[in-house]
């Protein structure tokens, strides 16, 4: 049986649906035509969020002036807990507006406010700018966030992909700050580059999230960081995770990073931090934005919806 024989139905289909309708990969794309094709394809594919009694669109100061952010929430009512989400997009792609559906979707489920950003992206912003942007928007939350009406006493912290990495280091950097995270939400987190997992030699080809894509992030993004500063970008290796916050982690089985998923879960136990780890069999990566095609997409929502529940009724 061959690696694409484990594709559920529907993400065969989708698969095959995207192939006849020839998009270019993204990587063969200059940056702004990537980001526009990008947005266009979560626009197409993702399930549309509820309408919500709260939206906001403010800015939070940060290390390079403000840093645009946008809020949704259930009721309007004061004293809701929170949580700081961070899209993905390989550090070059995405915004607040591919996360929007989902994120309006989780403040429903969860009955929480949901704030997402716009960070700074690559080339234009190398990282560590998306790192700095992040952490400055959480500890604004933990410090400011009363000034919105939020309970900053329950507060957690999320992101997919590259915005799974920004979750895991600032969860990490609020540990060392004495900032009390309730959760660190992660699907599947890029958490190293340094090696090839046997999910990336299997699920990089004949996928959207193939080698070459990543390859392109990657020489987008990253910028040389000093010796104690390399697991800003890579959080499977920083040189502690004990005392982190509790971790949720959601994966695809078909995705280059499930490897990696389940390598910082084991690194999490490791060092005596309670982790939930809940992989989706036959969907791909990006599969949280494909809740038209890919009905593990509302699954997926709803599980994280309630282990917030969870993490905030402690």
């Given at each position: 049986?061959?690696?694409?024989?484990?594709?559920?139905?529907?993400?065969?289909?989708?698969?095959?649906?995207?192939?006849?309708?020839?998009?270019?990969?993204?990587?063969t794309?200059?940056?702004?035509?990537?980001?526009?094709?990008y947005?266009?394809?979560?626009?197409?594919?993702a399930?549309?969020?509820?309408?919500?009694?709260?939206?906001?669109?403010?800015?939070?100061?940060?290390?390079?002036?403000?840093?645009?952010?946008?809020?949704?929430?259930?009721?309007?009512?004061?004293?809701?807990?929170v949580?700081?989400?961070?899209?993905g997009?390989?550090?070059?792609?995405?915004?607040?507006?591919?996360?929007?559906?989902?994120?309006?979707?989780?403040?429903?489920?969860?009955?929480?406010?949901?704030?997402?950003?716009?960070?700074?992206?690559?080339?234009?912003?190398?990282?560590?700018?998306?790192?700095?942007?992040?952490?400055?928007?959480?500890?604004?939350l933990?410090?400011?966030?009363?000034?919105?009406?939020?309970?900053?006493?329950?507060?957690?912290?999320?992101?997919?992909?590259?915005?799974?990495?920004?979750?895991?280091?600032?969860?990490?950097?609020?540990?060392?700050?004495?900032?009390?995270?309730?959760?660190?939400?992660?699907?599947?987190?890029?958490?190293?580059?340094?090696?090839?997992?046997?999910?990336?030699?299997?699920?990089?080809?004949?996928?959207?999230?193939?080698?070459?894509?990543?390859?392109?992030?990657?020489?987008?993004?990253?910028?040389?960081?000093?010796?104690?500063?390399?697991?800003?970008?890579?959080?499977?290796?920083?040189?502690?995770?004990?005392?982190?916050?509790?971790?949720?982690?959601?994966?695809?089985?078909?995705?280059?990073?499930?490897?990696?998923?389940?390598?910082?879960?084991?690194?999490?136990?490791?060092?005596?931090?309670?982790?939930?780890?809940?992989?989706?069999?036959?969907?791909l990566?990006?599969?949280?934005?494909?809740?038209?095609?890919?009905?593990?997409?509302?699954?997926?929502?709803?599980?994280?919806?309630?282990?917030?529940?969870?993490?905030?009724?402690?």
């Amino acid at each position: 049986m061959s690696a694409t024989d484990r594709f559920s139905p529907l993400t065969r289909a989708l698969l095959d649906n995207i192939l006849r309708a020839g998009f270019p990969p993204l990587h063969t794309l200059p940056v702004a035509a990537a980001r526009q094709a990008y947005a266009a394809g979560v626009g197409a594919m993702a399930e549309p969020g509820p309408a919500l009694a709260r939206t906001e669109r403010f800015s939070i100061p940060g290390p390079a002036g403000a840093i645009p952010a946008a809020l949704w929430a259930p009721r309007t009512e004061p004293g809701l807990p929170v949580l700081l989400y961070l899209h993905g997009g390989g550090f070059v792609i995405g915004g607040i507006d591919t996360c929007e559906a989902m994120c309006r979707r989780l403040a429903e489920q969860a009955d929480v406010a949901v704030v997402a950003i716009d960070y700074r992206l690559s080339p234009e912003y190398r990282f560590p700018a998306a790192l700095d942007d992040s952490w400055a928007a959480l500890r604004w939350l933990a410090d400011q966030g009363y000034t919105l009406g939020l309970d900053t006493r329950r507060l957690a912290v999320g992101g997919d992909s590259a915005g799974g990495c920004l979750a895991a280091s600032c969860a990490l950097l609020a540990r060392d700050a004495g900032i009390p995270l309730r959760l660190q939400a992660l699907f599947y987190p890029s958490v190293q580059m340094r090696q090839a997992t046997d999910s990336f030699k299997t699920w990089s080809r004949d996928t959207p999230l193939s080698a070459e894509l990543m390859a392109w992030f990657q020489a987008q993004s990253v910028a040389p960081l000093p010796p104690d500063q390399a697991w800003h970008r890579e959080p499977l290796h920083a040189p502690s995770h004990v005392g982190v916050a509790p971790a949720w982690i959601g994966l695809a089985e078909c995705d280059p990073l499930a490897d990696e998923g389940r390598l910082y879960g084991e690194r999490l136990r490791a060092s005596g931090v309670p982790v939930q780890v809940r992989e989706w069999p036959g969907v791909l990566h990006d599969f949280i934005n494909m809740g038209r095609f890919i009905p593990e997409a509302g699954q997926a929502h709803a599980e994280l919806a309630a282990a917030l529940r969870q993490a905030f009724a402690v």
